[in-house]
């Protein structure tokens, strides 16, 4: 809870005994160091990373599994950063893989071929919710650029809209004031979960027609 509000640098054994309302040693006897307390924090967070019920449906579950795991990364944003860093050996992690494996055991699958697709699905969320946070940071970076200067958001599109036309005028960028003609934005939030579903269902189609 500290980490999801105040980022994981507000985490420290001492803010956790005073959350705990204990003494910061008496934390020493359940967790040696900082780190481990990390690791189990991105544990728990992997417990919550529901992997679905085999349906026999193998594109339907990965779908549903890509969900479930993008929805705990938009949960808990702070741990992106850390998700390639520690291997993923606690319980809950482990348990996650052991029920994921399971998706394909109706299909005659290699255990290479297995790992390599949800290798793939997971590197598709990750890359897809990392590209989902930069586009809210560049959102209220633009905010507080406009707050820090004092600009109303008529001035603030103004000083874009100028800007976007100078890109129009130089004729360099053809392709890409098409586009922006078109109306298309690609940093849109509102079409975040459009965007998310198109890049899925076209990563599922080509694993699909792979093991056909």
Excluded at 64 to 83: C, T
């Amino acid at each position: 809870a500290v980490a999801d509000s105040e980022g994981p640098d507000a985490i420290t054994m001492r803010r956790i005994a005073r959350e705990l309302s204990a003494g910061a040693m008496s934390l020493y006897w359940h967790v040696s160091s900082k780190q481990e307390l990390l690791d189990l924090m991105l544990d728990a967070i992997q417990g919550e990373m529901a992997v679905p019920v085999p349906t026999g449906d193998l594109r339907a579950d990965l779908r549903a599994m890509a969900y479930g795991w993008r929805q705990s990364l938009d949960r808990h944003r702070w741990v992106m950063p850390f998700m390639g860093g520690r291997p993923p050996m606690g319980p809950r992690a482990l348990g996650n893989v052991e029920r994921a494996l399971a998706l394909f055991a109706p299909r005659q699958v290699g255990s290479a071929t297995m790992m390599t697709v949800l290798m793939s699905v997971q590197t598709y969320v990750m890359g897809a919710v990392l590209r989902e946070q930069q586009e809210v940071r560049n959102q209220q970076d633009q905010d507080l650029i406009q707050e820090r200067y004092g600009l109303t958001a008529e001035e603030m599109h103004k000083i874009i809209g100028e800007y976007i036309g100078r890109v129009r005028e130089s004729g360099r960028y053809p392709h890409l004031t098409a586009m922006m003609d078109a109306g298309v934005d690609p940093d849109a939030i509102e079409t975040q979960d459009e965007r998310f579903e198109f890049g899925l269902a076209c990563l599922l189609d080509g694993i699909m027609n792979r093991m056909c």
